[in-house]
């Protein structure tokens, strides 16, 4: 399975920076709550961190996706940022078990295990050759 669509690693890598700026960075950076009230969770009544945390996390994903993209014409650079990318998805993966487990986020957070176990299986199949 390793590296079984290698060829087109780069492809890969600008649609995966693609959808992460247009699906989570640019709605998590500029609208924290209304984001998180679409996926399920409860506003809390103090809001300034919660605010600068969801901001902050935009401003990583973006960064993610950026270089995403910019890596995706790399080819010397590509195995690393696959390695950096398994990296987020498998944490993400145990993030969202240690949640489910706990008990402590919406359905749809524990719904994104599958998610971000496919992301993980595709950019195994992604792999630089």
């Known amino acids: 399975m390793l590296g079984i669509w290698g060829n087109h690693a780069g492809q890969f890598l600008s649609v995966v920076g693609w959808l992460i700026i247009v699906a989570f960075a640019i709605p998590i950076t500029f609208w924290p709550f209304q984001w998180a009230k679409l996926v399920g969770w409860e506003i809390p009544q103090q809001t300034h961190l919660a605010l600068y945390f969801g901001r902050c996390l935009g401003c990583v994903g973006g960064a993610v996706a950026l270089f995403s993209i910019l890596a995706a014409n790399n080819p010397m650079v590509q195995p690393f940022y696959f390695k950096l990318l398994l990296t987020i998805w498998a944490s993400m993966v145990i993030l969202h078990i240690y949640g489910a487990i ?26 630089p050759t």
Do not use: N, V
């Open 102 to 127: 706990k008990k402590i986020q919406p359905i749809l957070e524990t719904l994104e295990i599958g998610f971000w176990l496919g992301l993980a299986l595709l950019t195994l199949a992604f792999w």
